[in-house]
C-alpha cells in the first residue's frame, strides 16, 4: 500500500522510499490477473460465475471480457449490444492456455469495444485496431505477443547491468563499513595513548590533555557523520535497487505480455533511473591519527607534552591536505617536525607575540594622547619600539605547555624555518617607515604583518641577543 506524503500529489513507496507523483501511477495489471486466474483445473472444474455475485456454477468463458458466465449471465451478455457479438466458450472447449493464463484483456479507453492488441513502436504504448488506423496512422506497431518478446529482451538486459549495480553497491557498502571500524578502533588506541600520557602529570597537562581529547572526539565525530551520511545513502539506494529487482523479476516471470507491455514504460524508467543513480564505492578519506609522545622527554622538560597529530588524504583532485588545527597563513608559526621543538623555538614564538601586543597598545595611546600626525611619523615610532621593549621580553614566562601542531605528508623538513625567515626579509621593504612606490602610505598595517616587520628589525639590531636561538 502506497502512503501519502507531506507533499500535496506526492506519494512514497513503503519498500523503496522513493516518491512519485500521483498522476504517474498506473494500473497493477499482473496483480489483476493473478488474483482472477484459476491456480489449476481441479478449480476450472469448480468455476463458479466472476460476473455475477451468486456464485453460480461458470458453464462458459467470454473470450473477449476473458470471464466465466453462468447460465444467466450468457443470456445477459447476448442481450447487451455491446457484449452480444462476444465470442463465448462452453465451459469443456476452453483450452487450458486460457484457463491458466487468467489474463484478462485490456480495452481502450477511447474505443471502449476495442481490446489493446497492437504496441505502437513509435508512441511506446498499447493501441487497439482503431486508434492504430486513426491516431497512430503510420506509425510503426507490432502484435502483442510479438512485441512482448522483443520488449522482454530489452528489460532483462536492463535487469542484468542491475545486477552488476547491485554488487557494486554492496561493495561500497562494505567499504563505508570498514572505514567506520577502522575510525573507532584508531578512536580507542589513540584516547588510550593519551590518557596514558596526562595521567603522570600535573594538573596543568591534565587540562591540556583534556583538549586534546575534546579535539580528537571533534575530529572523529566528524569523519563518523560523514561515513554514516554516505552508509545511509547507500542503504537506501541499496533497498531500491532491491525493490526494482524483485518487482522487475515478478514482472517477467508472471507471464503476462498485456500487463508487462502496459507497465513497461514505467519499469524501464525505474530501471534506468536506478542505473543512473550514483553511488561512490570509495568512502571518505581517514587520514591517520597519531599521539607523539616521548616519555624521556617529559620528565626533563614539561614544554613538550606531547602532539595530536591528524593526518588528512586529500580528497580527489584536490592536492593540499586540510589538517585540523593548522595555523592561518600570515602568523608567526614555526613549522617543525614533531619532537624537534624546543625551549628556544618556543620562547621566540611568545616573544613576538609581545612585540605585537606591545605595539599596538602603543599605537592606541599615541592615537589618544596625540592629534593625527603624518603616516611617516607614526611609522617611525613604530620602527623604534621593539628595541626598547627587547629586554623586558626576555624576561616574559614561557608559553603555554602542550602545543598542538600541525603536520602534512611529505612537507615536513627542517628548512620550513629558514623559509619562514626569507618571507621575513622580503615583507621588510613594506615597512611604515620606508615610502611605497606606488599608492598611498598605510599607517595601520595587517596584524601579521606588522609583527613580522618588528621581528625582523628586531633580528638586524639586537643579534648579540639573539644568538642562542635558532
Not at 507531506?6 to 498506473?26: H, K, N, T
Not at 497512430?136 to 507490432?142: A, G, P
Not at 608567526?332 to 623555538?345: D, E, F, R, V
Request: hydrophobic fraction near 35%.
Amino acid at each position: 500500500m502506497l502512503l501519502f506524503y507531506v507533499v500535496v500529489g506526492v506519494i512514497r513507496c513503503p519498500v523503496c522510499r522513493q516518491e512519485c507523483r500521483q498522476i504517474d501511477l498506473v494500473d497493477n495489471y499482473f496483480v489483476k490477473d493473478t488474483s482472477e486466474a484459476p491456480s489449476s483445473s481441479d478449480e476450472k472444474s469448480e468455476q463458479v460465475c466472476t460476473s455475477c455475485e451468486d456464485n453460480a456454477s461458470a458453464v462458459g468463458f467470454c473470450v473477449e471480457c476473458g470471464e466465466w458466465l453462468c447460465k444467466t449471465c450468457i443470456e445477459a451478455h447476448q442481450r447487451v449490444k455491446f457484449t452480444k457479438d462476444h465470442l463465448i466458450r462452453k465451459k469443456e472447449d476452453v483450452s487450458e492456455s486460457v484457463g491458466a493464463s487468467g489474463q484478462r484483456p485490456v480495452f481502450c479507453p477511447v474505443h471502449k469495444q476495442e481490446q489493446l492488441k497492437l504496441f505502437c513502436e513509435t508512441c511506446d504504448r498499447l493501441t487497439c485496431r482503431d486508434c492504430q488506423l486513426l491516431e497512430h496512422k503510420e506509425h510503426r506497431y507490432q502484435f502483442l505477443e510479438e512485441a512482448f518478446q522483443n520488449q522482454k529482451g530489452a528489460i532483462e538486459n536492463l535487469l542484468a547491468k542491475l545486477l552488476e549495480k547491485k554488487n557494486y553497491v554492496h561493495f561500497a557498502a562494505t567499504q563505508v563499513q570498514n572505514r567506520i571500524k577502522e575510525v573507532n578502533e584508531t578512536n580507542k588506541r589513540v584516547e588510550q595513548e593519551i590518557k596514558v600520557a596526562i595521567f603522570t602529570l600535573i594538573n596543568e597537562i591534565n587540562k591540556k590533555g583534556k583538549s586534546l581529547l575534546q579535539q580528537l572526539e571533534n575530529v572523529t565525530k566528524e569523519r563518523q557523520m560523514k561515513l554514516l551520511q554516505q552508509q545511509n545513502d547507500i542503504t537506501g539506494l541499496s533497498r531500491q535497487v532491491k525493490h526494482v529487482m524483485n518487482f522487475t523479476n515478478w514482472a517477467i516471470a508472471s507471464g503476462s505480455s498485456t500487463a508487462l507491455l502496459y507497465s513497461k514504460r514505467l519499469i524501464t524508467f525505474q530501471l534506468r533511473h536506478i542505473l543512473k543513480a550514483r553511488c561512490d564505492p570509495v568512502p571518505a578519506a581517514n587520514g591517520a591519527i597519531r599521539f607523539h609522545c616521548d616519555p624521556t622527554f617529559w620528565a626533563k622538560n614539561v614544554v613538550n607534552l606531547g602532539n595530536l597529530v591528524i593526518e588528512s588524504k586529500p580528497a580527489p583532485g584536490y592536492t593540499p591536505n586540510v589538517v585540523v588545527g593548522q595555523v592561518p597563513p600570515g602568523t608567526n608559526h614555526i613549522s617543525k617536525t614533531p619532537g624537534q621543538i624546543n625551549l628556544a623555538q618556543l620562547r621566540l614564538q611568545h616573544m613576538q607575540q609581545q612585540v605585537y601586543a606591545q605595539k599596538h597598545q602603543q599605537l592606541q595611546q599615541m592615537r589618544m594622547q596625540q592629534p593625527p600626525a603624518p603616516v611617516p611619523t607614526t611609522t617611525t615610532t613604530t620602527q623604534q619600539h621593539p628595541r626598547q621593549a627587547a629586554p623586558q621580553m626576555l624576561q616574559q614566562q614561557p608559553p603555554r605547555l602542550i602545543s598542538v601542531q600541525t603536520m602534512q605528508r611529505g612537507n615536513m623538513n627542517c628548512g620550513a624555518f629558514q623559509a619562514h625567515q626569507m618571507r621575513l626579509a622580503q615583507n621588510a621593504a613594506r615597512i611604515p617607515g620606508i615610502p611605497r612606490h606606488s599608492g598611498p602610505q598605510y599607517s595601520m598595517m595587517q596584524p601579521h604583518l606588522q609583527r613580522q616587520v618588528c621581528l625582523e628589525l628586531h633580528f638586524t639590531q639586537t643579534q648579540g641577543m639573539l644568538d642562542p636561538f635558532p
